[in-house]
């Protein structure tokens, strides 16, 4: 099937990493695929970040996405669990960044709210509300909640970007003759 608009989501993780990818037409939306990237098998972090590279570019190359969301990392009391999932976010950044592909960037409670009306909703919640918005089978549902959390942040990017831009209002009178000298005699 062609699709006006392919929508990569990933959920960046240095263990297990999600990714989601949505084909939009008009405002019909489909999973073209979803899976996770498992890195526990590397022992050195750098491995890692060169896989989550090397996996996003394919998935890159295989897809061809027009956008790119990803979940922004969420802070923690760990700091250096935070850095190596900046790190993880931004080797999967990379690959996109690469292809010239834009990247818009969501914070967790977004996502949820997005998909389920609850910034709060859990995992399975999330990975609920999906499987009922795309009709898919229980039992293929993926393994890994992470996948699901990935579809979430594709889903999430398309509403976001789906919404009607409205052009923002003056601020003074002084910016307002600025931007409509037309309308001031």
Not at 6 to 17: F, L, Y
Not at 76 to 86: A, E, F, R, Y
Request: with cysteine; aromatic share 8%; glycine share 8%.
């Amino acid at each position: 099937m062609d699709f006006k608009r392919i929508i990569i989501g990933i959920d960046p993780g240095t263990t297990v990493m999600g990714y989601g990818i949505i084909g939009i037409n008009g405002k019909e939306m489909s999973i073209i695929a979803m899976g996770a990237i498992q890195l526990n098998k590397f022992e050195s972090h750098y491995l890692r970040l060169k896989r989550i590279h090397e996996r996003i570019t394919g998935l890159v190359n295989q897809y061809l996405p027009d956008e790119f969301a990803i979940e922004a990392p969420f802070y923690g009391k760990n700091v250096q669990s935070m850095l190596k999932l900046g790190r993880a976010q931004g080797a999967a950044m990379a690959a996109a960044l690469a292809h010239d592909i834009p990247i818009a960037e969501y914070a967790p409670l977004k996502v949820k709210q997005s998909i389920t009306g609850n910034g709060g909703a859990s995992k399975e919640q999330v990975a609920e509300m999906l499987r009922r918005m795309f009709g898919v089978p229980k039992d293929k549902m993926p393994h890994f909640l992470d996948a699901t959390d990935a579809l979430a942040v594709a889903v999430c990017h398309y509403y976001e970007s789906s919404k009607p831009q409205t052009e923002k209002g003056c601020r003074s009178w002084k910016e307002f003759i600025a931007k409509n000298p037309d309308k001031v005699k």
